[in-house]
């Protein structure tokens, strides 16, 4: 059975200084990977934490059929009461991981990874196979642009593409896991390369455009 690390990611200075955080005090990400059907091994781990902050495996989904032979998606919710991720899931016909991570206060590191299989390894199928572009969703307020929850999807060759609108609908789905309130936030898609977990961001509500936001701007 060959063992493929299909994703592996690190975050840096999430937290503080990675987006605004709403009335409850909370910054919060997430993280949909998109692989083929496989048995797979999820996890992530705080690589570094200067105040109190989190990340692990908030949901998964499995390709699952009907007695008619029908294929669907199965979620999977392998968190307890009380928690909102745990540090690692191994399934079988896993098609999609959810990761979750977030700060009340200060800065954080973490490190994303996921291990399949079973998936042959052959010249038209290496190891390293790369992503499509990605889809990221900003989820704002509407009153003053902050920045309430950042959304990023990343689907693999072979994995399940998502719409604009699929991704929008995850993101309120996922901030709503992290504690916030969506009913009536703004929802922004822009393009992959125009957001990372590193730098502080501000929504023009007139313009309609993220705007990266200098750092010491933070400081009060």
Request: proline share 5%; with cysteine.
């Amino acid at each position: 059975m060959a063992i493929e690390n299909i994703y592996w990611n690190s975050v840096s200075d999430f937290g503080a200084f990675g987006t605004d955080c709403d009335d409850s005090g909370t910054a919060s990400w997430s993280l949909d990977i998109n692989i083929p059907a496989q048995k797979a091994y999820a996890s992530a781990a705080l690589s570094y934490c200067s105040g109190t902050a989190w990340c692990g495996v908030m949901a998964y989904f499995t390709l699952d059929k009907l007695d008619d032979g029908t294929q669907f998606q199965m979620p999977h919710i392998p968190v307890p009461p009380n928690k909102l991720v745990v540090p690692a899931i191994c399934d079988e016909n896993v098609v999609t991981v959810a990761f979750l991570y977030g700060a009340l206060q200060g800065y954080a590191d973490c490190n994303f990874q996921i291990l399949g299989y079973g998936q042959a390894i052959t010249e038209e199928a290496p190891l390293a196979k790369k992503p499509g572009p990605g889809k990221i969703c900003v989820l704002y307020d509407p009153q003053d642009g902050r920045v309430i929850h950042t959304h990023r999807v990343i689907t693999f060759p072979g994995g399940q593409e998502v719409t604009d609108s699929e991704a929008g609908a995850r993101a309120k789905e996922r901030a709503t896991q992290a504690g916030h309130d969506v009913r009536s936030v703004g929802t922004l898609l822009v393009a992959d390369d125009d957001c990372d977990g590193s730098s502080l961001y501000h929504v023009d509500v007139a313009e309609g455009k993220l705007h990266n936001v200098e750092r010491s701007a933070k400081s009060d």
